[in-house]
């Protein structure tokens, strides 16, 4: 009797906790769709039906159809709306980039904050409008950008180990999974370059490199399926959460070593009457602007900022950029060219990588084809983004702080997310033949007498071109990435030959949603080749 009624006292309780939880998850949701969107008279491409709670499936519809639902939007030229699976945004055609990219009444920061959740714990990579964010731009757009000249060598240096590592040299072909070694490949380059040879070197640290993006994507998309009012909690529970925090912890016990066992050496150095130990990567750059501004600062935030902005996106960029070569292998032999007569008559410099021209032309023309996304939205990473072409078919998402106006009386609600439409990038108005790969594009648009120069390099952005956004968010650590990517590239080129794999003929990006990314289970088939110069 008495185990029959602990048994009820506490299964009573149970049943009725569950019930309470589905019961307000369900009025949550009703809630929720009961809700008017934006206030906005601006069309809205996909609405919901009445009987769809939630919008669910008005959003799953959007994730497998996102491409010709821009596509009816851009057509009428006009600004419209769309329901995407985060939620609803205001797209603008391409000719208001100019007019919005420094409007202090939008917010990029409160983007990201919003839908990477960036107050909770773990999803520290993701904070923004924090002194931590601050620094990491303002390291990704001098320090990073200026000393780019001192590390081409280095970078040289670790895309030999890299690719040693992680692409086999063999005599006879074989396949390997493109994306998974490209990974690996940039995850150490950016890390010696972030935390010099102890980052590079350290497997722990180059695993959360490669890892908290993902993990942190899950996260925040799991976490967006829950009503808001509930999230605080829910975070604390959910396993790809609950990884994120130990992600987080890992970095600071590494970081935290690093740091201390540098201090602990300049200490013993100068105690010694020794010159002090000298560094030039992204912690010694870090550790000089805190003592500069006389600020504080979390080091682990801060690198995480870095590398998660750095690594995913930059390895789909390199990852797309080898496909597409493979898939148009008569523009290997030029490329190598102009390479190996650029190093031998330069060596390792910054102005050598400025004089592979032609390289250039094939990264921004593949970054064209498929850029990170088809708006210019760039919600699932932060604005230094030092990226290229995994990511949106928009960009220049930004959060409305008041109700504004623009100058044809286009009316944004305050609360609405706006982002803008990437078309102009595949617009046969701008580009002759847009669907169609032409690696020397931009090499004529360069060196042509046209005066449009300027708009051919890699790092440029325009209404024309917003893959790495435009304006005061752009993309700060674009010209490390061009740099990063035409250093690894040349290193491939010269050292292997390599073909698309016979079991992934026909490989093609991955659409989700705004999301284009390169196909994560393509494999190549390669071999090594005696390069023309030592590299």
């Not at 906790?17 to 809205?44: C, E, Y």
């Not at 055609?93 to 202090?104: G, K, T, V, W």
């Amino acid at each position: 009797m008495e185990t029959r009624l602990k048994e009820g006292v506490f299964s009573i309780p149970a049943a009725w906790l569950g019930t309470a939880l589905v019961a307000l998850l369900a009025a949550s949701v009703f809630f929720m769709s009961m809700k008017t969107s934006s206030g906005s008279n601006i069309p809205l491409i996909n609405p919901r039906k009445f009987y769809d709670l939630g919008g669910i499936r008005a959003k799953l519809a959007f994730v497998f159809s996102a491409r010709q639902l821009l596509a009816l939007g851009v057509r009428t030229g006009r600004p419209f709306r769309l329901m995407t699976d985060l939620g609803e945004m205001i797209v603008l055609p391409a000719r208001y980039a100019n007019e919005i990219r420094s409007d202090p009444r939008l917010s990029f920061s409160e983007v990201i904050v919003q839908n990477f959740h960036a107050r909770f714990p773990g999803f520290e990579g993701f904070r923004q409008g924090t002194t931590d964010a601050h620094l990491s731009r303002d390291i990704a757009n001098n320090q990073l950008t200026h000393s780019l000249a001192r590390v081409t060598e280095t970078l040289s240096e670790e895309c030999t180990t890299a690719f040693r590592d992680h692409f086999p040299a063999l005599e006879d072909w074989c396949d390997i999974t493109l994306r998974e070694q490209v990974l690996q490949v940039v995850a150490r380059l950016s890390s010696r370059v972030f935390l010099g040879d102890e980052g590079a070197r350290n497997e722990a640290w180059l695993k959360i490199t490669t890892e908290y993006t993902k993990t942190a994507y899950i996260a925040a998309y799991l976490l967006r399926l829950w009503p808001s009012a509930l999230r605080p909690v829910v975070h604390w529970f959910l396993p790809p959460c609950r990884k994120l925090r130990a992600q987080v912890a890992e970095a600071r016990r590494i970081l935290v070593a690093i740091i201390e066992a540098r201090r602990a050496a300049k200490a013993a150095a100068r105690a010694g009457g020794c010159p002090a130990p000298e560094y030039n990567d992204a912690i010694a750059w870090f550790e000089q602007d805190v003592q500069e501004r006389d600020s504080r600062y979390d080091p682990v935030v801060a690198q995480l900022i870095l590398s998660q902005a750095a690594i995913e996106t930059t390895t789909d960029l390199l990852t797309q950029t080898i496909l597409d070569i493979a898939q148009h292998h008569e523009i290997m032999g030029p490329l190598r060219q102009e390479i190996t007569q650029v190093i031998r008559e330069g060596g390792w410099k910054k102005s050598s990588l400025y004089d592979m021209k032609l390289v250039d032309s094939v990264l921004r023309e593949s970054q064209r084809l498929k850029p990170l996304a088809m708006t210019s939205l760039r919600y699932p990473l932060v604005e230094l983004r030092l990226t290229c072409r995994c990511m949106e078919l928009a960009s220049m998402h930004r959060l409305v702080l008041e109700d504004m106006t623009l100058s044809d009386n286009v009316h944004l609600p305050k609360g609405s997310v706006i982002g803008v439409s990437g078309d102009r990038m595949w617009d046969s108005a701008i580009h002759e033949n847009p669907n169609k790969f032409d690696g020397y594009r931009f090499y004529r648009m360069r060196t042509s007498a046209a005066g449009a120069a300027n708009q051919a390099h890699l790092v440029s952005t325009s209404v024309d071109h917003l893959a790495f956004g435009h304006g005061k968010h752009a993309c700060a650590g674009r010209f490390f990435v061009a740099h990063e990517t035409k250093i690894a590239l040349s290193h491939l080129l010269l050292k292997y030959d390599w073909k698309i794999a016979r079991s992934s003929a026909g490989t093609k990006p991955i659409e989700f949603g705004l999301v284009l990314a390169a196909d994560p289970k393509a494999k190549i088939s390669i071999r090594g080749r005696k390069a023309e110069i030592e590299l």
